[in-house]
């Protein structure tokens, strides 16, 4: 699924705000993996993307009233052009994520899912401007080591669904760039908003040739899946509201244990070693750039 990291955490947050954060970041992480798994189950039956259309559908749904209560002002701005292109690559990431499902284990897809903000050091890198030092170079290279961990080339034959979930990655983090640059004139509503207005008609247009109606009992699944993926986001961006980002992001590592949970109850699926020790090594590394960040960030200001 598609998140907005833009928005920012209040800085010195009280323990019972932190641990709404914590709360919040599991209850994401969970409705994430239940998102996925219900994809993944679907998508032998219908083709993904015509579940991506109903996940963008379902889940605009579920942020109609905040237009309905707040009419036209919230859609205001000065970037549609960049609304659109980030619209574009929501849908094509969505797309590749949920073809890779149809393709890969939970699990496994999970934990390369990880590895977003790593290409989004390397393109803040190219395209911001932004200092990357020794230190965050090393956790690059050890979270990027974690991603041929899992995938092994040259031991077996790369799955082509992990590659998609990869590529996936990759242009989330140029989705994440776009963000950052949206983010110092447009607010997350508008975001948020416009994400919903340009997804839902791209994922149409991408889903025709592969239309099939779906079947009575297939509904209350498609449903779900864009009610699912709409509180998977609201909840991480409340999250980041309550609590610092690195207070809540070594909770994100749960959603490889959720993901390995679902897939074995449900498609008796039993990653293997080398998973958990590549899932473990890219979250070890975006959490240390996280932190290292947040302690650059508290010296610039101080």
Not at 28 to 47: K, N, P, V
Not at 65 to 72: A, D, F, H
Not at 107 to 132: D, K, M, R, Y
Not at 288 to 301: M, S, T
Request: overall charge positive; some cysteine; aromatic content about 12%.
């Amino acid at each position: 699924m598609a998140r907005d990291p833009s928005p920012v955490a209040r800085s010195g947050a009280g323990a019972p705000s932190a641990l709404r954060g914590m709360a919040l970041v599991l209850v994401a992480t969970f409705c994430g993996a239940a998102m996925q798994a219900i994809t993944r189950g679907l998508s032998g039956e219908l083709h993904p993307f015509e579940l991506v259309f109903f996940r963008f559908f379902f889940g605009f749904l579920v942020l109609a009233p905040v237009l309905l209560r707040l009419g036209l002002k919230p859609l205001a701005t000065r970037r549609l052009g960049l609304h659109a292109l980030r619209g574009v690559l929501q849908v094509a990431t969505m797309m590749m994520v949920f073809m890779g499902l149809s393709m890969t284990e939970l699990a496994t897809v999970a934990a390369l899912q990880f590895s977003s903000p790593l290409f989004g050091t390397v393109l803040a890198l190219l395209f911001l401007g932004e200092v990357v030092r020794a230190r965050r170079i090393t956790a690059l290279a050890v979270g990027f080591a974690g991603m041929l961990v899992i995938v092994r080339p040259g031991v077996g034959t790369v799955e082509p669904g992990a590659l998609l979930i990869m590529l996936s990655a990759l242009v989330f983090a140029f989705i994440i760039i776009l963000l950052k640059i949206m983010a110092r004139t447009e607010s997350s509503l508008t975001m948020t908003l416009y994400m919903g207005l340009f997804t839902v008609p791209f994922a149409f247009a991408a889903m025709l040739p592969f239309w099939r109606m779906p079947s009575p009992d297939q509904w209350p699944w498609l449903i779900a899946l864009g009610i699912l993926g709409s509180l998977s986001n609201l909840s991480f961006v409340q999250a980041l509201r309550e609590a610092e980002v690195t207070a809540i992001l070594p909770f994100e590592f749960a959603k490889l244990p959720f993901s390995a949970l679902i897939g074995y109850l449900a498609f008796a699926e039993v990653p293997d070693t080398w998973t958990w020790v590549g899932g473990a090594m890219i979250f070890l590394a975006i959490t240390y750039i996280a932190y290292r960040e947040r302690d650059l960030r508290r010296a610039r200001v101080g």
